[in-house]
Every structure is written in C-alpha cells, then in structure tokens.
C-alpha cells in the first residue's frame, strides 16, 4: 500500500540556520511527492511538489529531489526565517491524478531569532 | 478567483448527534475532496466527488456521507457522532487531476 512516514518534530532552529526534515515513502506505483505547509488556524498550502524520479521541487527557498532509489523526498531550506515556523507535511499520490493524498503526521517547525 | 471556504469553522457537538460541514469549491474547479485531521496526525482521505458522483472512498464507516451540488459544493454528514470524530475537517477542491486548494477547515468537538 501507500504510505508515507516522516521525521517526528518538534523541531525548533534559530533564524538562518539549515533545516532538513526526513520524509521516506511507500508505494505501490509511480507516485508524485509533494510538501504541504500548515500555518496555525489555517489549511494546507502546497510548498514545493515532484512527480518523476530525480525531480527537484523549489519554492521560497525549500527544496527536495525525488529519490527514488531511496524512496526518499527530503525538505531542505539553507537558512531559515521566523516566518517559516508552521508544521510541515510530505504527501504522495498515485501517479499525476490520483484521486487521493496520503499525508506523514506532520512535522512542526519554529524558527527562534 | 475565491478559494475554497469551508463553515462552520468550530462547532461543539454532543456523542451521538448528526452534524453537517459544508464547503464551497474554487470558482472553476470541479472536484472536491474531504479529509479528516486528527490532533497531531496527518490528513487523512474521507472521500472525493466529480460531478456528483462519489469518486473514491478512505477507510471511514458509512455514517460518513457526502453530496455534492450542481454548484459543485459539497458537504459531509456526519451521524451517531462518536468521541474519536472530533478533529479539524479539511475540504480541497480541485479540477479533476489538477491542482488542489485547501480550505482552513472546520473544527469538530464531539463531547
């Protein structure tokens, strides 16, 4: 089946400083791998998403390479803002139109100055 | 171009009662999606609908239901309310096989 199983937080970093949060991946076909973000009292916002093998997703800084060798889809950020601070989820989906997310449990980030 | 409002945004319910959440689709798209998100946990798929129609199903007991309208709104019914059901209700709408847009959620005290 599919699933996805991320690096268990809270995770707290002082401003500039280099984030990484593990995300490692299950399934059964050829999915595409994405990063939502969650602001408090908010919904999800997609950050940065791949759907083939050694794809680069980048936006506002973050990025992750699909690896599908170790069915891995890493978030990285070089140096990180208090802005950033919110819970961070990797999801798959069943090739480019599957009808369904399958989310990690989150990951919440806060960013100190 | 409006995104996905969803209401109420809380609501406290007592165990065994029925409740319903509604949630408007982003002008344009045609396909909506539930999720329920429990404390500390990732979303997890309820079910989606195009046109109508129930397009996939998560693991989640028949006193889970859902329409959708014309319109393309949708809304999740909820019966026999149990304690476990209480969580932050997320719809996402979507063209079918585009991208989705989340809305901020309805959250759900069963007491």
């Known amino acids: 089946g599919n699933s996805v199983t991320q690096m268990e937080g809270p995770v707290t970093l002082s401003e500039e400083a280099f984030l990484t949060i593990n995300c490692t991946y299950t399934a059964t076909g050829y999915p595409s791998l994405f990063w939502y973000v969650q602001y408090p009292g908010e919904g999800l916002q997609l950050l940065l998403k791949?759907?083939?093998?050694?794809d680069k997703g980048s936006n506002k800084g973050f990025e992750a390479t699909y690896r599908k060798e170790t069915t891995s889809f890493h978030l990285e950020k070089g140096s990180v803002q208090v802005s950033d601070s919110a819970v961070y989820f990797c999801a798959l989906r069943e090739g480019d139109t599957g009808n369904q997310f399958y989310f990690g449990t989150g990951t919440s980030l806060t960013v100190i100055p | 171009e409006t995104g996905v409002t969803q209401s109420p945004t809380h609501l406290i319910k007592t165990r065994g009662q029925q409740v319903t959440l509604r949630c408007s689709s982003q002008?344009?798209?045609?396909?909506v999606s539930w999720y329920q998100q429990a404390l500390g946990q990732g979303p997890q798929f309820i079910f989606q609908?195009?046109?109508?129609?129930?397009?996939g199903r998560g693991n989640f007991p028949p006193r889970f239901s859902g329409l959708q309208f014309p319109n393309y709104s949708s809304e999740l019914n909820v019966n026999a309310l149990e304690l476990d059901d209480s969580a932050l209700y997320l719809c996402a709408s979507s063209q079918r096989g585009g991208g989705y847009t989340f809305g901020s959620g309805t959250r759900l005290t069963v007491v």
């Open positions: 791949a759907t083939k093998a050694d």
């Open positions: 002008s344009g798209h045609n396909t």
């Open positions: 609908y195009y046109r109508e129609e129930e397009n």
